[in-house]
């Protein structure tokens, strides 16, 4: 069965510093798909990021980057130089091709504060 | 574009009541689903569709009830509320579940106590 384990449940960092926050999966597929989510304060759940298993390049936009390393199963996303609009539950979440999306699995979420 | 809209934002049941949170989405989208968030436990899935007239269930189907008479709408039925279900309920849609797989669109959520 597939999993996600996001063993940071919560982070401080202050503005303007670097922030990685982890995201290890577990599946036996050798197709798939992850996804990194946003929920700020106001509830709202916004897509950041797709990746597909075989697209282990990193990707960079703006401050936001994603390492996939497929040898650790991980999807580690960092922020640099964040900010207080940074602050949020960030979602690392895996669906399984062969079922599509109806097998997405959420990662319990990691809660980044930005201290001003 | 709307985008996923649901209603009501806001939700208190009393035990055994029934209720329905309505969720609707304008970009014609396939595919729709229901989570619940619960503190700690991330998003489970519910109830989810392929198509109008199409369901199936997710992880967490007891006590909900789905229906898709139309590729807008996608309504989640609580057949008698417990306390169990006091959560914060997402809707989303995507254009489909074939590949390559696209990114869901969610709904601003129902927040609902049963008590």
């Known amino acids: 069965a597939q999993k996600v384990t996001q063993a940071q449940t919560e982070i401080s960092v202050v503005e303007k510093e670097d922030v990685t926050l982890d995201c290890v999966y577990e599946?036996?597929?050798?197709?798939?798909?992850l996804f990194w989510y946003k929920q700020p304060p106001s509830g709202e759940l916004v897509f950041l990021i797709r990746?597909?298993?075989?697209?282990?390049q990193n990707e960079i936009s703006g401050r936001y980057s994603w390492n996939f390393q497929k040898s650790t199963s991980s999807f580690n996303f960092t922020i640099t130089a964040s900010q207080v609009v940074d602050s949020a539950v960030y979602f690392c979440?895996?669906?399984?091709?062969?079922?599509?999306?109806?097998?997405?699995?959420f990662g319990t979420g990691t809660r980044l504060t930005i201290i001003p | 574009n709307a985008g996923v809209t649901q209603t009501p934002k806001f939700q208190v049941l009393k035990t055994g009541q029934s209720m329905t949170l309505q969720c609707a989405q304008d970009?014609?989208?396939?595919?729709m689903s229901w989570y619940r968030q619960d503190p700690g436990m991330g998003l489970r899935l519910i109830h989810y569709?392929?198509?109008?007239?199409?369901?199936d269930q997710g992880e967490v189907p007891n006590g909900y009830n789905v229906s898709r008479s139309t590729t807008e709408d996608f309504p989640l039925r609580l057949l008698s509320a417990a306390p169990s279900q006091t959560s914060v309920y997402f809707c989303?849609?995507?254009?489909?579940?074939?590949?390559?797989?696209?990114?869901?669109?969610f709904g601003p959520g129902t927040r609902l106590t049963v008590t």
């Open positions: 989303a849609s995507s254009p489909s579940d074939r590949l390559p797989l696209a990114e869901q669109y």
């Open positions: 599946t036996r597929d050798t197709t798939y798909y």
């Open positions: 990746r597909n298993s075989f697209d282990e």
């Open positions: 979440a895996l669906s399984e091709v062969g079922f599509g999306n109806e097998k997405l699995t």
């Open positions: 970009m014609n989208h396939e595919y």
């Open positions: 569709s392929v198509g109008a007239g199409i369901t």
